[in-house]
Structure formats: C-alpha cells, structure tokens
C-alpha cells in the first residue's frame, strides 16, 4: 500500500489546517477505517491557487492571490463559502473545506465539502475595485466550478452582491444565466428567502436543544455573542427573540457588555449606522479578549476560527458555547473545556443552517421553484434537531464528547459512502 501522504502529519504549532486534521484523526481512531481510506479523507482531493491581476481605481494594479479546494466529492458536488480576508492562506482554506464536507455528511446533505477565498481586506477596496477582483477571481476559478461540480456561497468578508457578481460572471461565460452556481444570492436573481438568517438561526435551534438535554438555562439565559456579523447578529437576535438577556457582542473593533442586556437590533443599527459595535451607548466598553472571559450561561463564538484557545479556556466561564464560527475552539482548548464540564455545541452541527438552506436554494434554482420564508423555516427544524439527535446519542453510546460524536459521524457516512462507490478503476 502506498505511504500515507506527508500532510497528514500534523505539526505542534496551532493553525487551521491543524486543527482540522487533530480533529479528524481523534473521529478516526474510533472507527474501523482502512489506513487507504483514512488517508484519503483525511487529505485535500483538488486545490486550486490563482494569483490574478486588478486594476485599482488610481490605474495602478495589483496582484491578489485566490484559492478554491475541494476536500471530498464522495456524496455529491462540493459546497463552500468564499472568503475575503487578509489572513486567508492555503492551510486556513483546507480547514475550511474539509469541515464542510463533515459539516453537510452530518447533515445528510449530498455535498462534498469545499471553501476559498482571497487574501484581501475588503474593506479597503472601492466597490467597483471590489467588483472587479471578484469578477476576475471568478474567471480563475471558473474551470473548478458550476451547479453540478462545485457551488460557492458568502463567508467571512462576501455577502449576497458578491455572489451576484459571480454568479453574473459565470454566466456570462457560458451564455446563458445559470443561478445554481452560487447560493446566498439576492432573493431577486433566485437566492431563497430566509438564507441570510439560517446560520443565525441554526445555533439558536441547536442552542435551545443543548440546554433542553442538558438542564441547562435557555428561556433566561445570559448570552454572550463574539463576531456580531451575520451570524452572530441573526443569532443574537433569534435568541433574544426566545427570551434569552444578550449581555455582550464585540466585532473586530472591540465590543459592549450590560449585564442588564442589550437589544441586539438597536445594536445593529448601530452598526449600520458607524460600521462598528463600539461606540454603542448601551453598554460599557470591552474588548474581545475579555468577552470570551465574562461570566455568563451561554458563549456564541462567531467569528473566525483559533479564538478559545488552551490559552484563555482555563478563563472561560460560559457553561454552554455553540459555536457559530468555523473552527473557533482549538483542540486544545477544547481537552480544557471538556475536563471542566463546559458543553461546546461544534461548528459543523451548530452552524450548519447556512448550507441547509443553501442546499434548499441550488434545489429551488434546478427546479425554477421557489419556497417562502415559513417554508424554508419548517423544513430547516427538523433536519437541525435530527442532527443534533443523532449527535447527542453517538455521544451518549460512545461516551465521548459532542464534537467527536458529530465526527464520528461524519466521517462514517462519507467513508460507507466511498466504499460502496467504489475505488475507481
């Protein structure tokens, strides 16, 4: 049998990339694989890397670098967000790709998992500068994707505009209009109704599920949100909605803290308004450090991966965190956690809403048929809290904690799914 490959020797030092391979290895050690097919789930199948030309506002040009990888195509075609963010690298986007491949088998979802993203701050990019390394990031990345191969949907730094200019682009090459080649589009060009809350709402499912298997508090619980993007605001919300007190959210800029609770819509209109958490009148001034750090009942990490580390968990004094971000818990960390009775409801369970709903939308665009807001709600409930279902009793048989049951999981169904297809040729 051939040496397994050199990147599934997984390094000291904390990365991405890293992490996803210590997580991955612990699901498979508890699972009867063949060491062929361990390393080849556990390795990157495609990856892509494009260093391309923009022509800046000022007529100068500058050279961005993109990426697009495919960790598995075994259930289906690959799905993935793309990022824009100056720390994207290779290694953060073979994280991300392969937590999405775990993250849609969990979900029974027939995907394979994949991300990119380009190493930029968006921020500092006119709009039409904007527009412009999208259009042509598309265009590089154009021979990896399409509806029945690989479907990008927003991240980290990308919203719905985004997707409109990709999916335009693509469309543009092939002749015709092809929606299905990107979810997390405008409603008006076939993106579906209720996609921009589903990550949102996904962890207040999974977090009111968590603390009815547990006992812990819910309808009153203290919450504290980290990352009030998309993610972490639509949460916040849903779950003030269900009469939890949000006592703090931060942003990259910093954060408020009331433990008198904060309305998180006056929040984001704030945030509307100057572009930042800080500065909001209803709250005191902290920063992010110190927010995963206040006490409370329930921890929304949502931001970016690598931020409850073995270094502050020992800090951390949530008694639940659902982790809405990819990757926010460190393996370290999360031996810590568990050893101190901290329940930590995964990335690829908690925050799976997006790419159900996502999955909901590329089916509405194939079909030319489209669902409204309740009905993509009601179907998102079930498969969420059959997940969790299927995850809590995984946990419970092999007594192991939540995130290597989802694992376990996952990792089984992509592993049966390539043994009964076979290893071509």
């Not at 309305?263 to 308004?273: F, I």
């Not at 929304?300 to 008694?319: D, F, L, S, Y």
């Not at 971000?325 to 809403?353: F, H, K, M, S």
Request: charged share 20%; with cysteine; proline share 6%.
């Amino acid at each position: 049998m051939a040496k397994a490959p050199q990147m599934l020797v997984v390094p000291a030092r904390d990365n991405p990339w890293d992490m996803a391979l210590r997580q991955f290895n612990r699901a498979a050690d508890l699972l009867p694989l063949k060491r062929g097919i361990r390393d080849f789930l556990g390795f990157p199948h495609r990856e892509l890397t494009v260093h391309f030309p923009v022509q800046r506002d000022d007529g100068s040009v500058q050279v961005f670098t993109g990426y697009r990888v495919h960790h598995s195509s075994v259930l289906g075609p690959t799905k993935g967000g793309i990022r824009y963010a100056p720390q994207v690298d290779l290694d953060e986007v073979r994280a991300l790709a392969m937590w999405m491949t775990w993250k849609c088998a969990l979900m029974h979802l027939p995907y394979g998992g994949a991300k990119g993203g380009v190493a930029v701050d968006p921020l500092t990019l006119s709009r039409a500068e904007l527009e412009h390394l999208t259009r042509r990031y598309t265009t590089e990345i154009s021979v990896v994707i399409g509806p029945q191969r690989d479907i990008p949907a927003p991240d980290v730094g990308t919203n719905d505009q985004i997707m409109a200019w990709i999916m335009d682009t693509y469309s543009m090459h092939a002749g015709h209009s092809v929606p299905a080649v990107v979810t997390g589009k405008p409603v008006s060009i076939g993106g579906s109704a209720g996609r921009r809350e589903a990550t949102g709402r996904g962890v207040m499912i999974t977090a009111r599920e968590a603390a009815r298997r547990w006992e812990l508090p819910f309808a009153r619980a203290h919450v504290v949100v980290q990352g009030f993007g998309n993610v972490g605001s639509v949460a916040a919300a849903l779950l003030h909605d269900q009469g939890c007190r949000i006592i703090g959210v931060s942003d990259i800029y910093g954060g408020v803290v009331n433990p008198d609770g904060l309305d998180p819509r006056a929040v984001l209109r704030h945030v509307q308004d100057t572009g930042r958490v800080s500065g909001y009148r209803g709250g005191d001034a902290i920063g992010n450090d110190a927010l995963l750090e206040q006490p409370c009942d329930m921890l929304v990490p949502a931001a970016i991966e690598g931020q409850i580390t073995g270094a502050n968990a020992p800090r951390v004094k949530a008694r639940l965190i659902v982790e809405g971000a990819n990757g926010p818990t460190t393996p370290d960390a999360d031996e810590i956690l568990n050893a101190r009775g901290i329940l930590v409801v995964p990335d690829i369970l908690a925050n799976a809403g997006g790419v159900i709903v996502s999955y909901f939308e590329w089916v509405q665009d194939l079909s030319s048929l489209f669902w409204s807001e309740d009905e993509i709600n009601a179907r998102l409930e079930p498969i969420m809290v059959g997940a969790f279902d299927r995850v809590a009793a995984t946990a419970r048989e092999r007594e192991v904690d939540l995130r290597t049951a989802a694992m376990v999981n996952a990792v089984q169904r992509v592993a049966d799914a390539l043994m009964t297809r076979g290893i071509y040729p």
